[in-house]
């Protein structure tokens, strides 16, 4: 009973001392935005690099390979997203060891999937193959860049416990250090090994997973003295079943939810096929710039994860509003800001991105549907940010679902009746529910956690 007491004056001092400002929040969103905008960097780069072996097959190949690869990854995302709202609420309590108990959870985690699927690679790589259908050379080209990239499946998962629990801690400019090293180490072997050496596509794969490894290396050589240093955790405390039970249950629920997004899009590009080779063309070209703002965007979704699960963590209702507030100001005036941009400038853009004619006539004229996607977006990114910190992933769960249904029956209203500029209209629904919905829960929700 005394422990308890104690506990709880000492989570009340942490919310008191704990404070939410703008430059709080732009500290995790500024390094971060830039830690993200290096992984479409990488894939330029990539998709370079084999470019000037001027083989048609293997650039197929690789953007195969990629595919797949961004499939089967993004199904362990929660390894990130799940440890940093865990992290930061365990920040916010003032309890440095289960701190250390989520980070070494979340790695056990990494390591025996990393190994699954880096022992599952042929097989990988088969389903690959089967799915894309491609010709011959492509799907040669794919099975050899997927086989090798997937060695770097335990690396790359413990890099996303890394990064969870770094974020977790606020800790941006860390994070964005780590980003660098990981995406810096694999341009440059990209180039020396893909091209250089004309290694090819299995030079770009040798690259990630060399990347992956020294980053891996270096993460775990910061946190482990920093651990080493702080109070020494009991291990039984890492295997508490309880613990492992909720983070189980967390990841699952943002696992179904990631599945989700991924399943509207690929109804959307589906949906975008039905009306030409020229017009999905238009639609890939365009959805570039719901991409590139989205990039943005996570900064401060990120900022909203840290700084919402810290302040659940500490039981600080004014900081948890603030967060919210100051995240949501900062997202809404990035995204109208992006929109603006893409108004004026789209066009320009999308000349840049494609020579063909055809294809530029079609985006122009769906280039308004495109810029505003950054708008109706950005609700939802924050929200998500802000549901995952507080880990309420439930209820984010529910309502990606939900809007996924809302999604699919504006699809078979609005694409029928209005075409491709139902198609557009159907996706900001998908976002603007997204957005909404969680926004209408989160009332209820902060009556409870407080």
Same mark, same amino acid.
């Given at each position: 009973?005394?422990?308890?007491?104690?506990?709880?004056?000492?989570?009340?001092?942490?919310?008191?001392?704990?404070?939410?400002?703008?430059?709080?929040?732009?500290?995790?969103?500024?390094?971060?935005?830039?830690?993200?905008?290096?992984?479409?960097?990488?894939?330029?780069?990539?998709?370079?690099?084999?470019?000037?072996?001027?083989?048609?097959?293997?650039?197929?190949?690789?953007?195969?390979?990629?595919?797949?690869?961004?499939?089967?990854?993004?199904?362990?995302?929660?390894?990130?997203?799940?440890?940093?709202?865990?992290?930061?609420?365990?920040?916010?309590?003032?309890?440095?060891?289960?701190?250390?108990?989520?980070?070494?959870?979340?790695?056990?985690?990494?390591?025996?999937?990393?190994?699954?699927?880096?022992?599952?690679?042929?097989?990988?790589?088969?389903?690959?193959?089967?799915?894309?259908?491609?010709?011959?050379?492509?799907?040669?080209?794919?099975?050899?860049?997927?086989?090798?990239?997937?060695?770097?499946?335990?690396?790359?998962?413990?890099?996303?416990?890394?990064?969870?629990?770094?974020?977790?801690?606020?800790?941006?400019?860390?994070?964005?250090?780590?980003?660098?090293?990981?995406?810096?180490?694999?341009?440059?072997?990209? =180039?020396?090994?893909?091209?250089?050496?004309? #290694?090819?596509?299995?030079?770009?794969?040798?690259?990630?997973?060399?990347?992956?490894?020294?980053?891996?290396?270096?993460?775990?050589?910061? =946190?482990?003295?920093?651990?080493?240093?702080?109070?020494?955790?009991?291990?039984?405390?890492?295997?508490?079943?309880?613990?492992?039970?909720?983070?189980?249950?967390?990841?699952?629920?943002?696992? =179904?939810?990631?599945?989700?997004?991924?399943?509207?899009?690929?109804?959307?590009?589906?949906?975008?096929?039905?009306?030409?080779?020229?017009?999905?063309?238009?639609?890939?070209?365009?959805?570039?710039?719901?991409? =590139?703002?989205?990039?943005?965007?996570?900064?401060?979704?990120?900022?909203?994860?840290?700084?919402?699960?810290?302040?659940?963590?500490?039981?600080?209702?004014?900081?948890?509003?603030?967060?919210?507030?100051?995240?949501?100001? #900062?997202?809404?005036?990035?995204?109208?800001?992006?929109?603006?941009?893409?108004?004026?400038?789209?066009?320009?853009?999308?000349?840049?991105?494609?020579?063909?004619?055809?294809?530029?006539?079609?985006?122009?004229?769906?280039?308004?549907?495109?810029?505003?996607?950054?708008?109706?977006?950005?609700?939802?990114?924050?929200?998500?940010?802000?549901?995952?910190?507080?880990?309420?992933?439930?209820?984010?769960?529910?309502?990606?679902?939900?809007?996924?249904?809302?999604?699919?029956?504006?699809?078979?209203?609005?694409?029928?009746?209005?075409?491709?500029?139902?198609?557009?209209?159907?996706?900001?629904?998908?976002?603007?529910?997204?957005?909404?919905?969680?926004?209408?829960?989160?009332?209820?929700?902060?009556?409870?956690?407080?």
């Amino acid at each position: 009973m005394e422990k308890r007491v104690l506990d709880q004056v000492s989570a009340a001092a942490n919310g008191r001392s704990f404070v939410v400002t703008n430059r709080s929040v732009l500290a995790i969103a500024v390094p971060m935005t830039l830690a993200y905008l290096t992984t479409p960097l990488l894939g330029v780069v990539d998709t370079a690099v084999v470019g000037q072996l001027g083989d048609a097959a293997l650039l197929g190949g690789l953007a195969a390979g990629a595919l797949v690869f961004d499939v089967v990854f993004t199904s362990f995302n929660f390894l990130r997203s799940g440890t940093t709202g865990l992290v930061a609420q365990a920040l916010g309590r003032g309890d440095e060891l289960e701190e250390q108990a989520v980070f070494w959870r979340a790695v056990l985690i990494a390591v025996v999937a990393g190994f699954v699927l880096a022992a599952l690679a042929p097989q990988v790589a088969i389903a690959g193959q089967w799915f894309i259908s491609a010709e011959a050379r492509v799907s040669e080209a794919m099975a050899v860049y997927i086989r090798i990239r997937l060695l770097a499946a335990p690396f790359s998962l413990i890099n996303y416990a890394i990064l969870g629990y770094v974020l977790g801690r606020g800790e941006g400019g860390l994070g964005l250090m780590l980003q660098l090293v990981l995406n810096g180490i694999n341009i440059a072997l990209c =180039i020396l090994l893909g091209l250089e050496l004309g #290694w090819g596509v299995a030079g770009v794969a040798w690259a990630t997973v060399t990347g992956e490894f020294v980053a891996m290396l270096l993460g775990l050589a910061i =946190i482990g003295r920093r651990f080493w240093a702080a109070p020494r955790l009991p291990r039984h405390r890492i295997l508490d079943l309880s613990a492992f039970l909720r983070m189980m249950s967390l990841n699952r629920d943002i696992m =179904i939810r990631s599945f989700s997004l991924l399943a509207a899009f690929a109804l959307f590009t589906r949906q975008g096929a039905q009306f030409g080779t020229v017009t999905l063309a238009a639609n890939a070209v365009l959805m570039n710039f719901f991409l =590139i703002a989205g990039y943005f965007l996570d900064g401060f979704a990120t900022a909203a994860e840290q700084l919402a699960g810290r302040a659940v963590g500490a039981r600080a209702t004014m900081q948890f509003r603030h967060a919210v507030r100051l995240t949501l100001f #900062w997202g809404f005036g990035l995204a109208a800001t992006a929109t603006l941009v893409l108004l004026l400038g789209g066009t320009d853009l999308v000349a840049l991105i494609t020579t063909s004619q055809d294809v530029r006539a079609v985006a122009d004229n769906y280039v308004a549907w495109a810029a505003f996607t950054a708008l109706s977006g950005v609700l939802a990114f924050q929200m998500d940010g802000v549901f995952i910190g507080a880990t309420w992933s439930r209820d984010m769960r529910n309502m990606m679902l939900l809007s996924f249904l809302v999604f699919s029956a504006a699809l078979l209203i609005l694409a029928p009746a209005f075409g491709n500029h139902g198609l557009w209209a159907a996706l900001h629904v998908f976002l603007l529910v997204r957005g909404f919905s969680l926004l209408a829960i989160l009332r209820v929700r902060m009556r409870t956690a407080f």
